[in-house]
């Protein structure tokens, strides 16, 4: 293989595969990439065998071939290469790189013992559009109810399925619930990604403003002109988590965003060392929602924001879950509705067919 690439896609391309590659001591294979000609473009990839990456450059190629090479290393080295153009040669089980006044070479192992990347049949997959930035921003939305418990596995990932002609995306750590409307689709998929490898998915697509998104029965697929992630699906059943939602709610709150953080980030920074907890106050006389939040040794604190509110009522919430959904929501004003001190508090954005939901659990006060 001879080929000439510019430092800068390279270095970008293997940044991002860099991370893919495994320490796994009985596959050392994995701690390489794959560098292999395809076409007029020169393919980067790497896999754990869960999930597998993989990013297409643009190439000069006087000779095709391939290689695998150890990942942060070659990774570093590009990374810290001037930027212009690369040249990368393989000889024997070697890859020499020159760069300018730079040059090196790097012990390889032949592409054949490297493991074959998965591929998903489009012909027989349940296929989807999306366009790139909904696909984000509905990641970022729900990833933050994933589990980090690795006992219940289904509940790492995000379950995308059909309901009522609509693509939704769901997950949940059992404290709080996060569900995404993305897209109307008669589809009928059940599914569940893991939440790494959405991650993976929103830091290496491009500029790109579509994505196509590819599902069998094991496997999903993302994939756009110079990026391919292919990855297992986590087995099991996702939980039957709309009997959660609340068809109704007695107290409901309407409330500029802005002031809504503002108060919780302060009552937060009282609550730290008390668990966290925050006591939310809705008063439908003084149109008010106050928080209160105490420390023992440090003071109390409360605070409070004029909102429209259909009844009074009073809940107890982690602050951290709070402050982190309203972090991540974009409207100007929030409904916050509740139906007393036991049941889930619904959080979703005030706009006529919101298409996000977000419950917290209350805690105990």
């Known amino acids: 293989m001879k080929v000439s690439v510019t430092q800068e896609k390279l270095a970008k391309a293997l940044n991002l595969i860099k991370d893919i590659a495994s320490s796994r001591n009985e596959l050392p294979i994995l701690n390489n990439i794959l560098l292999r000609t395809d076409g007029g473009r020169l393919l980067i990839a790497g896999t754990n065998l869960e999930i597998a990456s993989t990013q297409y450059i643009g190439a000069k190629i006087e000779d095709h071939g391939s290689i695998t090479i150890p990942a942060r290393l070659v990774s570093e080295f590009i990374t810290n290469l001037p930027s212009g153009p690369?040249?990368?040669?393989?000889?024997?089980?070697?890859?020499?790189?020159?760069?300018?006044?730079?040059s090196s070479v790097i012990n390889g192992v032949v592409a054949d013992e490297y493991p074959e990347l998965p591929t998903i049949d489009e012909k027989t997959a349940m296929q989807y559009e999306i366009d790139v930035e909904d696909l984000k921003k509905a990641i970022v939305q729900t990833k933050l109810a994933v589990s980090s418990d690795v006992t219940r596995a289904v509940l790492t990932g995000v379950y995308w399925h059909n309901y009522e002609g609509s693509l939704y995306l769901a997950a949940t750590d059992g404290y709080r619930l996060a569900e995404k409307r993305l897209i109307k689709s008669d589809n009928e998929v059940s599914a569940i990604i893991p939440a790494s490898t959405l991650a993976e998915v929103s830091k290496s697509v491009g500029d790109e403003k579509k994505i196509t998104i590819l599902f069998d029965d094991s496997q999903v697929c993302f994939k756009t002109g110079d990026m391919e992630i292919v990855s297992r699906l986590i087995d099991g059943k996702f939980p039957d988590y709309r009997q959660l939602i609340p068809a109704t709610a007695e107290t409901e709150i309407v409330i500029k965003k802005s002031d809504f953080s503002r108060v919780t980030k302060i009552a937060a920074l009282f609550a730290r060392e008390s668990g966290g907890g925050i006591t939310i106050t809705a008063s439908e006389e003084d149109s008010l929602l106050s928080i209160h939040s105490i420390a023992s040794e440090l003071g109390e604190n409360t605070s409070e924001a004029t909102a429209k509110i259909s009844?009074?009522?009073?809940v107890t919430l982690n602050s951290r879950y709070l402050t982190e959904v309203l972090n991540i929501i974009d409207a100007d004003e929030i409904v916050f509705?509740?139906?007393?001190?036991?049941?889930p508090c619904v959080i979703r954005e005030q706009v006529k067919n919101p298409d996000y939901t977000h419950i917290i659990m209350p805690l105990k006060s």
Do not use: M, R, Y
């Open 311 to 314: 009844a009074d009522g009073q």
């Open 337 to 343: 509705s509740f139906n007393g001190k036991l049941s």
């Open 86 to 102: 690369v040249e990368l040669e393989t000889k024997n089980e070697h890859l020499h790189i020159t760069s300018g006044k730079f």
